[in-house]
C-alpha cells in the first residue's frame, strides 16, 4: 500500500522559499501524477500543483508566478519550492496521488505538514 | 475557475440517523462523451489528512462503508450519510475534477446532536 510523507522545515520566514519534499513508499511513482495541496485555517483545501514521474508539471495559476514542483524517481521523491511567501502561505501543506485514471481525484493523501511563516 | 459552494456550513445529526450534504459547482462537470460527473467527496477528521470516499459522483472507494453515498448530475451534487455513527464526526468536502486547477468546496463540518 502506497504511503506519503512530507518533510521540510517547521518555520519559513517572510520573503524566503519554502522547501518541502514528499517521499513516496510501497508503489512506484510511474503511472502516477503527484500533487501538492495546502490548507490553510480560514481557507479551503487549495491545489497547488502536480507533476508526473517524467517531469511534466502543471500548475495553479493563482501561484503558477512563484511555485515549481521537482521529482527525483532515484529517490522516491518529489518537491516543492514555492518563493516569496508571506504570511498567507501559512498553511498544512499535503502531498497527494492522483487517481491511476487520468489523475482526476487524489486517493492517496500525507499526513501533511504544518508550514508558518513568520519572522 | 469552477467555483464549489458546499451546503450547510455544518449541521449536528443524532446517532442512527441520515443526513445529506450538498454541493454545487459554478460550471457543469458532466461529461456528456462519457457520462461521468468529475466529482469527488472527502471525509477529514481533526488532525487527519482527507480521505477519499466517493469518485464519479457515486463510486464508494474501495473500504469506504456503504452507508455513504453520492448522487446528482451537472452541477449539483449530495452526499448521503445513513445511520449516523460516532466515528462520522468529520469536516466533508466536495472536489471537481472536470477542468484545472482542481477545486474543492468550503467544507462541511458534521456533528452529533
Known amino acids: 500500500q502506497v504511503q506519503l510523507q512530507e518533510s521540510g522545515p517547521g518555520l519559513v520566514k517572510p520573503s524566503e522559499t519554502l522547501s518541502l519534499t514528499c517521499t513516496v513508499s510501497?508503489?512506484?511513482?510511474?503511472?502516477?501524477?503527484w500533487s501538492w495541496i495546502r490548507q490553510s485555517a480560514v481557507e479551503r483545501l487549495e491545489w497547488i500543483g502536480r507533476?508526473?514521474?517524467?517531469?511534466?508539471?502543471s500548475y495553479n495559476p493563482s501561484l503558477k508566478s512563484r511555485v515549481s514542483i521537482s521529482v527525483d524517481t532515484s529517490k522516491n521523491q518529489f518537491s516543492l519550492n514555492l518563493i516569496s511567501v508571506a504570511a498567507a502561505d501559512t498553511a498544512v501543506y499535503y502531498c497527494?496521488?492522483?487517481?491511476?485514471?487520468?489523475?482526476?481525484?487524489?486517493?492517496?493523501w500525507g499526513q501533511g505538514i504544518l508550514v508558518p511563516v513568520s519572522s | 475557475d469552477i467555483v464549489m459552494t458546499q451546503s450547510p456550513d455544518s449541521l449536528a445529526v443524532s446517532l442512527g440517523e441520515r443526513t445529506t450534504i450538498n454541493c454545487k459547482s459554478s460550471?457543469?462537470?458532466?461529461?456528456?462523451?462519457?457520462?461521468?460527473?468529475?466529482l469527488a467527496w472527502y471525509q477529514q477528521k481533526p488532525g487527519q489528512p482527507p480521505k477519499l470516499l466517493i469518485y464519479?459522483?457515486?463510486t464508494r472507494e474501495s473500504g469506504v462503508p456503504d452507508r455513504f453515498s453520492g448522487s446528482g448530475s451537472g452541477t449539483d451534487f449530495t452526499l448521503t450519510i445513513s445511520n449516523l455513527q460516532a466515528e462520522d464526526v468529520a469536516v466533508y468536502y466536495c472536489?471537481?475534477?472536470?477542468?484545472?486547477?482542481?477545486?474543492f468546496g468550503q467544507g462541511t463540518k458534521l456533528e452529533i446532536k
Open positions: 472536489q471537481q475534477c472536470y477542468s484545472p486547477p482542481r477545486t
Open positions: 510501497g508503489d512506484s511513482m510511474s503511472g502516477y501524477y
Open positions: 460550471q457543469n462537470v458532466l461529461l456528456p462523451s462519457n457520462n461521468r460527473n468529475y
Open positions: 507533476i508526473n514521474s517524467g517531469g511534466t508539471t
Open positions: 464519479w459522483a457515486s
Open positions: 497527494a496521488r492522483g487517481n491511476v485514471d487520468g489523475d482526476y481525484y487524489f486517493d492517496t
